[in-house]
């Protein structure tokens, strides 16, 4: 067979190979001496530096402030973090990220020796989700982090245009992730109760046994916060 021939065949039938586009994460320079940024690049993200006045990671139109779990109680006890909540405020979707729960405990005794009772810690994160409406996720480090803002990024590419297309989508997933805020429960358990219970309220109020069917022991952690003074 002549060669030449033979190459044009092939040619014919090799199909050009579409690239798929990166997701491009905004980052704030400041972030550059953490690893969240390099593990975001190994997973497939683009990363692109900024100076970002509001926010530390901006993923489509969600702005993500993140704070280890030191930073953020320092950040509470001198109020930087109420401006930098405020200032989110800015953008309709918003997300708060606590990180480092595998190495310090978030409401241990051990805090009250900064002078930081855990209760106003508790109280803190309840006027983060109900007075700022602004989710909290917990993460165990940064690899964890750079996943969630992994999953976050594919969420949005995928899903966030039908979600706002229907009306009320919005304001039921804005129910959703409040009752994610509490310890212990994920989305598949707050859809449950909310659809048990209705709304918010109904939960909160309800009687003890009804709630326990659902959540079992996880009850006790969240009976606390619920019920403890600020």
């Known amino acids: 067979m002549n060669p030449e021939l033979f190459d044009i065949f092939e040619k014919k039938n090799k199909k050009p190979i579409k690239e ?6 905004i980052v704030d320079y400041r972030e550059k001496n953490c690893l969240v940024p390099a593990s975001l690049v190994r997973l497939g993200l683009e990363v692109e530096f900024r100076e970002l006045k509001v926010a530390d990671y901006i993923v489509k139109d969600v702005a993500i402030e993140r704070k280890t779990v030191s930073d953020f109680l320092s950040s509470m006890i001198n109020k930087r973090l109420l401006n930098q ?8 979707k918003k997300l708060l990220i606590i990180e480092g729960l595998s190495e310090q405990e978030l409401y241990s005794n051990s805090i009250e020796k900064r002078g930081i009772n855990p209760n106003a810690v508790r109280g803190f994160l309840l006027s983060i989700l109900l007075k700022h409406k602004i989710p909290i996720l917990f993460t165990n480090n940064q690899e964890d982090t750079a996943r969630m803002i992994e999953v976050l990024s594919k969420r949005e590419e995928k899903e966030m245009t ?23 429960i994920g989305p598949k358990t707050a859809k449950k109760i909310l659809e048990e219970f209705g709304n918010i309220k109904n939960f909160i109020n309800a009687p003890e046994e009804e709630i326990q069917k659902i959540l079992g022991k996880k009850y006790e952690s969240i009976k606390k916060i619920i019920e403890e003074n600020y």
Not at 20 to 25: F, G, N, T, V
Not at 85 to 92: A, V
Not at 162 to 184: A, H, N, V
């Open 20 to 25: 798929i586009p990166k997701i491009k994460i």
């Open 85 to 92: 909540l405020n200032e989110m405020n800015e953008y309709e």
């Open 162 to 184: 039908l979600m706002e297309k229907r009306k009320g989508t919005s304001t039921k997933m804005q129910k959703q992730i409040i009752i994610e805020g509490f310890p212990g």
